[in-house]
T-cell receptor
C-alpha cells in the first residue's frame, strides 16, 4: 500500500465548476499536509499547507484534513482554464523542510 | 518566493555515459536539498537528501554509486547519473527548504528531463 493514495484522473470540468480533489494516506506520523500544483514539464509549486486536522482557505482554494479518517481534500471554486494542471497532495512528518511523500497527482482540465 | 534553478533543463545522452545535473538556490542558502525522480504520470519519488558538508542520505532502493550527489556549497547540489541506461530516463527535480514564518516551505526547481538513448 502506498503511503499516499490519489486518483490520477484525468478529471475534466467546465469553467466555473467546483472541483474536489482527494487523497488518503496511511502514515499516522504525518502532521503537515500540502497541495502542490504542477504544470506540464515544470516543478511543483506549493498551493497550500495545513497542519493537523482542519480547514484552510486561500482565495478560491480550500484545503481540508481529517486525520481521524486520514483523508485530505482540496476544493477549487469558480474553476478557471488556468487551473488546468496536475495537483499533488503530500504529507510530511515534521515541521517543514523535510522529505515529502507525494500522491501520484490528479490531472485536472478545466474546459471553456 | 524563493527561486531554485536547475541546469540543464533537458539532456539527451548515450547509454553508458554520465550526466551531471545542477540544482541551485538563487536567493537563499540551503544546507539540505532533496532530489526527486518523476516518471510519466507518476508521483515524485524521493531519491536522496543532499547535505552540505556531509554525505547524502539515500532512500531505500536507490543506488548511491549510480546516483552521485555532491552538496558543494550552501547554494549548490549536483546529481550525477553514472553509466546511464535507458531506464534512467526520467524527470529529475530538486527542492530546497526555506524557513518562513511558521513553516519550512520547500521550493522546487523546474526539473531536468533526461533521455538516455
Amino acid at each position: 500500500q502506498k503511503e499516499v493514495e490519489q486518483d490520477p484522473g484525468p478529471l475534466s470540468v467546465p469553467e466555473g465548476a467546483i472541483v474536489s480533489l482527494n487523497c488518503t494516506y496511511s502514515n499516522s506520523a504525518f502532521q503537515y499536509f500540502m497541495w502542490y500544483r504542477q504544470y506540464s514539464r515544470k516543478g511543483p509549486e506549493l498551493l497550500m499547507y495545513t497542519y493537523s486536522s482542519g480547514n484552510k482557505e486561500d482565495g478560491r482554494f480550500t484545503a481540508q484534513v481529517d486525520k481521524s479518517s486520514k483523508y485530505i481534500s482540496l476544493f477549487i471554486r469558480d474553476s478557471q482554464p488556468s487551473d488546468s494542471a496536475t495537483y499533488l497532495c503530500a504529507g510530511e512528518g515534521r515541521g517543514g523542510g523535510n522529505k515529502l511523500t507525494f500522491g501520484t497527482g490528479t490531472q485536472l482540465k478545466v474546459e471553456l | 518566493g524563493a527561486v531554485v534553478s536547475q541546469h540543464p533543463s533537458w539532456v539527451i545522452c548515450k547509454s553508458g555515459t554520465s550526466v551531471k545535473i545542477e540544482c541551485r538556490s538563487l536567493d537563499f542558502q540551503a544546507t539540505t536539498m532533496f532530489w526527486y525522480r518523476q516518471f510519466p504520470k507518476q508521483s515524485l519519488m524521493l531519491m536522496a537528501t543532499s547535505n552540505e558538508g556531509s554525505k547524502a542520505t539515500y532512500e531505500q532502493g536507490v543506488e548511491k554509486d549510480k546516483f552521485l550527489i555532491n552538496h558543494a556549497s550552501l547554494t549548490l547540489s549536483t546529481l550525477t547519473v553514472t553509466s546511464a541506461h535507458p531506464e534512467d530516463s526520467s524527470f529529475y527535480i530538486c527542492s530546497a527548504p526555506l524557513s518562513l514564518a511558521d513553516y519550512n516551505e520547500q521550493f522546487f526547481g523546474p526539473g531536468t528531463r533526461l533521455t538516455v538513448l
